[in-house]
């Protein structure tokens, strides 16, 4: 009884890991917004994006410094205390999603290991086409 109870879960992890990358990425990539980029000219003064693709890539592109900088991450998921977990450069974070109208909501938060406040970023896509 045990062995199927393990087993279980284990199916269970892996569905869920499969129906976030779906989420995460759509058919083959998908872009969520956390702030609409605020240019002017060369320069910007707000903005952050991250587009993940099925085949595990990341670009982040913020506006740092007056400046839109665009950085490439591998990304991958796994679970741990019975969360799904994000992880890219060099963090892991929880992500959770909800569905808002005509737009998907995904809020990641950073996993700390110490006891300080956690860091949180909500994100909104459009939904892909046929998910109503």
């Not at 869920?16 to 702030?35: F, H, M, N, P, Y």
């Not at 240019?39 to 994006?49: F, M, P, Q, V």
């Amino acid at each position: 009884m045990r062995v199927f109870l393990l087993f279980g879960f284990a199916v269970a992890a892996v569905f869920a890991q499969d129906v976030t990358e779906k989420r995460l990425t759509g058919s083959s990539k998908r872009v969520w917004t956390a702030e609409a980029f605020k240019t002017a000219g060369d320069e910007c003064s707000a903005g952050r994006t991250l587009t993940f693709s099925t085949d595990h890539m990341l670009e982040d592109k913020r506006c740092f410094n007056g400046k839109i900088v665009n950085n490439r991450y591998p990304w991958s998921l796994k679970n741990q205390d019975n969360d799904t977990l994000l992880e890219f450069s060099g963090g892991a974070y929880s992500v959770l999603f909800k569905e808002e109208g005509k737009q998907d909501k995904m809020r990641l938060r950073m996993r700390q290991d110490s006891k300080g406040p956690s860091v949180e970023q909500e994100f909104s896509s459009p939904k892909p086409k046929g998910n109503g």
